[in-house]
């Protein structure tokens, strides 16, 4: 399984930002889609995911309020929408898939596929 992210760069405080996490030849909407993030000298955290059964979104209180998540089954495509963002959301961020719940993806339990992650700076 191969995950893929696009959409990050370079965006000043207060803009925003889409990515996407696509997967060819995986059915995304067998499984579980988080996304997480990790800045250099900090502990990974997953800040939103999307279920795959009634597809309810999860997010971190971090970014509750500033991103949406939300699937494309035809496209076989998760998105991450980043509104608002603020130099502490600089990262680099990765999509994940797994079975696990969305509830233990972000208390930190680690999902199986990853992608190689897209670089988001946020400049103030």
């Known amino acids: 399984v191969q995950l893929v992210e696009s959409g990050g760069g370079l965006v000043q405080a207060g803009g925003s930002l889409r990515l996407s996490c696509a997967a060819p030849?995986?059915?995304?909407?067998?499984?579980?889609i988080g996304w997480f993030r990790q800045a250099p000298g900090k502990e990974r955290e997953g800040v939103s995911c999307?279920?795959?059964?009634?597809?309810?979104?999860y997010y971190a209180d971090s970014v509750k309020g500033r991103f949406t998540i939300s699937s494309d089954n035809a496209k076989n495509t998760v998105y991450l929408q980043m509104n608002s963002l603020k130099p502490e959301d600089t990262a680099v961020y990765y999509c994940?898939?797994?079975?696990?719940?969305?509830?233990?993806?972000?208390?930190?339990?680690?999902?199986?596929?990853w992608g190689q992650g897209t670089q988001v700076t946020v400049s103030s």
């Open positions: 030849g995986f059915t995304f909407e067998n499984y579980n």
């Open positions: 999307i279920s795959s059964s009634e597809r309810s979104t």
């Open positions: 994940a898939a797994d079975y696990l719940p969305c509830g233990a993806f972000l208390r930190g339990w680690e999902y199986d596929y």
